[in-house]
């Protein structure tokens, strides 16, 4: 075959491959065309790359396959996923990066404030920069529910059960104020500007909205752990009162406990952070929830002939008892 055959093949093959560069190419020069008197050609620019870079990148698809260092880099992460140690180490390393993110944004909310005050007239700069503070009010606490580890077991769950309500609670906080940050970054910009005399109102309406929301956040944390504290409570009496029940009352205490045992599971059900459960973290996951249910249904019905049905369970509810109990305020 001619070289020249073989080369036509290989442009045949492969030149919508060109539409991905080609595309991004026009994009750019499109997007800085944008400002200036030729706005519709770089307008006619934008849309046309955007178009042509999305259908190009299927070409691009699969051409990694038979590369021999990425198979073997797939191969041994294939592997090593899977392992205990990595997945903890995975997890650790989402935790961390959490972590990291929620004190960059109160760093940058800090260093935004001094900003304003250094240079009150650029308010352009400061809404800029403020936007982060509204993304950080949306997906903050998507994030934090992102990072938390899903797939360890349930014992080594409850044990760190206060430090996932720690972080649920402590993300929302953050998160709502600096919803109410950005708000009051853009009234300065806006409002306070051309009216100096609005600025203590201002200030002081969006600094009380901020404490209250933080203050309520916590209260409800409170409030749902001294609930749940109870809750747990009056299920082991009741689980203790069907080992030492008469045989005309086995029935009785059996559904007692079930009573109890479904508050408890409406309270693990229950956002630790806000009344919204779309975007609330629950005490539990719904599937360790569920086993618990299962578990708990398992050890009422074995009780009465097994006095030893209901210790796996109990010791369950201890360690969620035990996380609730630093927070337990009866006047909450």
């Not at 929302?172 to 203590?200: C, K, Q």
Request: net charge positive; with cysteine; glycine share 6%.
């Amino acid at each position: 075959m001619p070289i020249w055959t073989r080369a036509a093949a290989h442009v045949r093959a492969h030149w919508r491959r060109l539409f991905l560069p080609a595309g991004f190419f026009l994009n750019v020069w499109g997007n800085r065309l944008y400002d200036t008197p030729h706005r519709t050609a770089g307008l006619v620019m934008f849309i046309s790359g955007l178009t042509l870079a999305f259908s190009g990148q299927r070409a691009w698809r699969g051409i990694t396959d038979t590369w021999r260092a990425p198979m073997r880099v797939r191969r041994w992460v294939g592997q090593k996923r899977n392992e205990p140690r990595w997945k903890r180490r995975w997890e650790h390393l989402k935790l961390a990066v959490w972590s990291v993110a929620v004190l960059a944004i109160v760093r940058h909310a800090w260093a935004l404030l001094i900003d304003i005050e250094q240079a009150p007239d650029k308010v352009v700069k400061h809404v800029a920069y403020a936007q982060l503070l509204m993304g950080a009010w949306a997906l903050l606490p998507l994030c934090g529910q992102a990072a938390e580890p899903k797939d360890i077991p349930t014992e080594e769950l409850l044990s760190r059960l206060s430090a996932r309500i720690w972080r649920a609670v402590l993300g929302r906080t953050v998160a709502n104020a600096s919803g109410i940050y950005f708000a009051g970054v853009v009234n300065h910009a806006y409002v306070i500007t051309s009216r100096p005399s609005l600025l203590v109102p201002v200030a002081v309406t969006l600094g009380g909205a901020m404490v209250a929301a933080g203050h309520k956040t916590w209260s409800r944390l409170r409030k749902l752990s001294t609930q749940l504290h109870s809750h747990i409570v009056t299920l082991e009496r009741d689980l203790a009162m069907i080992a030492d029940s008469e045989e005309g009352k086995i029935h009785e205490n059996q559904d007692a406990a079930r009573r109890s045992w479904d508050a408890v599971q409406l309270d693990l059900l229950t956002p630790a952070d806000t009344g919204y459960t779309m975007i609330g973290t629950p005490l539990l996951p719904a599937q360790k929830t569920n086993d618990l249910h299962e578990r708990m249904e398992q050890a009422i019905h074995a009780l009465p002939k097994d006095n030893t049905a209901a210790k796996d369970v109990l010791a369950d509810l201890g360690k969620i008892r035990e996380a609730c109990s630093g927070r337990i305020d009866s006047v909450a």
